[in-house]
């Protein structure tokens, strides 16, 4: 393995890893024989309507979630054949389509599992330790949304927002992560939204404040508070 590709992917290995080790009922990124594959969704595609329309959901996973595991898939078989004749510039050249796909696979795995429908789990507040967390790190759960949505129409381009947790402290925080770029080292990803156009265009345009806003609907706190807990 060359040093260029270390140097460029250890956050994801990581999390790659911690995904592949994941115990059963928490697993959510599949791995078939070493291959990625696309998890299935634990509702309907229209289940998060008005929210999020139908259209939207089932071209944003069957579509692009589909285009990241292919993509990851590609890059590990052309690392692995890179490695196996070491040939580690090719190798190298490859580790950033390793970081974007693959980050899009980890991180579209755990947003839809952060949704579920508002007739169900989706929406609501967090509760207990989960809550008292959140009033504690950012002094109430409506100013926890406030910085979210804020942090969210800050984003230029393409990224995401995650409520995260400190692996050693403890501490709850928002981050945000430009293009795929994955939640790793220290820090657990509990909560995290897809601020991407494709998340939200084919239904709210240019109007993606609507789109944040709509989203705390369908967010299910049960999920954030397993991750949490784990
Ligand atoms: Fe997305």
Not at 146 to 172: E, P, V
């Amino acid at each position: 393995m060359s040093s260029t590709l270390m140097r460029t992917t250890p956050a994801l290995r990581g999390a790659l890893r911690s995904a592949a080790a994941r115990p059963a009922t928490m697993a959510s990124t599949q791995f078939v024989r070493g291959k990625a594959t696309l998890p299935d969704l634990s509702y309907d595609y229209g289940a998060l309507e008005p929210h999020i329309s139908g259209q939207i959901m089932e071209l944003h996973h069957s579509k692009h979630h589909q285009t990241y595991v292919n993509g990851l898939n590609s890059a590990l078989e052309t690392i692995g054949d890179a490695e196996a004749k070491g040939d580690f510039t090719k190798a190298a050249t490859v580790a950033p389509l390793l970081n974007f796909h693959g980050g899009g696979h980890l991180n579209h795995t755990l947003f839809w599992e952060n949704l579920a429908p508002a007739n169900k789990d989706g929406g609501g507040e967090p509760e207990g330790e989960l809550k008292k967390s959140i009033d504690r790190d950012f002094g109430s759960f409506s100013t926890f949304q406030k910085q979210t949505n804020a942090a969210l129409a800050g984003i230029q381009g393409s990224g995401w927002a995650w409520l995260a947790k400190d692996k050693d402290s403890g501490a709850l925080s928002l981050v945000t992560r430009a293009n795929q770029d994955p939640v790793a080292g220290n820090l657990i990803p509990l909560l995290g939204i897809d601020a991407w156009e494709h998340a939200y265009y084919l239904q709210y345009q240019n109007r993606k404040a609507e789109y944040f806003s709509a989203i705390w609907n369908v967010i299910n706190w049960k999920t954030v508070a397993k991750r949490f807990q784990a």
